[in-house]
């Protein structure tokens, strides 16, 4: 089994050097004085995707699918050029985020959030196939054996002052959260959760405005590979 971790950033193209190549900035380029040199390099074409495919190894992942595509991907520009979209979220690898030297910040301008409620984590080659998870801000509000009553806040909206809940779920967190990434529990109580995109995608709950300019999605947990067979315990918003 493979795991990938992916930063989102607000990405407005600036320069397109190829069919899934191009550079972006990640803020509004008037602000940064269409300095080129500030652009992000990416080649969109080296997606988890590609590597499915064997067209990459996994390792030389720049950046997440396409979200317009049926792989859960939560990336929004490009893919392709001409004609691809030119504002929109891009989401890198964390490792190649890691080699860029002019990294762009992990809470992207004007997101009023966590860094995590703009990360995912993806695993691949799995029994199950692939299988996606979300991060958002979450607090503890009761427990019954595994399962956890959670308070979640839609991205990029749990650091405003008074800010109310998206809903609040019953959630196993023991088949419906990625644990290495997890920081709530019984003894934790607020923090970063990281849910099974199709379950996240059952609250309703809209995705992160980045760039802030531009509006929210709905989240999709959709994914060409099966659904995984663990029992996702979802209840209703209280």
Request: glycine residues 12%.
């Amino acid at each position: 089994m493979t795991r990938s971790v992916f930063y989102g950033f607000g990405a407005f193209v600036g320069s397109i050097t190829g069919p899934t190549t191009c550079g972006w900035w990640a803020d509004n380029p008037a602000l940064l004085n269409w300095d080129p040199a500030q652009q992000i390099l990416v080649d969109l074409g080296k997606s988890p995707e590609a590597a499915r495919r064997g067209l990459i190894g996994w390792n030389d992942i720049q950046a997440d699918d396409y979200a317009g595509y049926a792989y859960g991907g939560q990336t929004q520009i490009g893919p392709m050029w001409p004609g691809g979209r030119m504002t929109g979220a891009c989401y890198l690898s964390a490792t190649y985020w890691n080699s860029l030297t002019n990294k762009p910040p992990r809470v992207p301008a004007g997101f009023q959030g966590y860094d995590y409620e703009v990360t995912t984590v993806l695993y691949s080659q799995g029994e199950s196939g692939d299988r996606r998870f979300i991060g958002v801000h979450a607090e503890v509000r009761s427990t019954q054996g595994s399962r956890a009553l959670l308070a979640l806040w839609t991205p990029g909206t749990s650091r405003i002052p008074g800010q109310l809940p998206f809903g609040t779920f019953w959630i196993d967190l023991a088949t419906a959260v990625d644990a290495p990434s997890t920081q709530i529990s019984a003894t934790q109580q607020t923090g970063a959760a990281f849910i099974d995109a199709h379950v996240l995608a059952a609250t309703g709950m809209r995705g992160p405005k980045i760039p802030y300019y531009l509006g929210s999605y709905r989240l999709v947990g959709r994914s060409r590979a099966r659904r995984a067979s663990t029992r996702l315990d979802l209840g209703r918003p209280l």
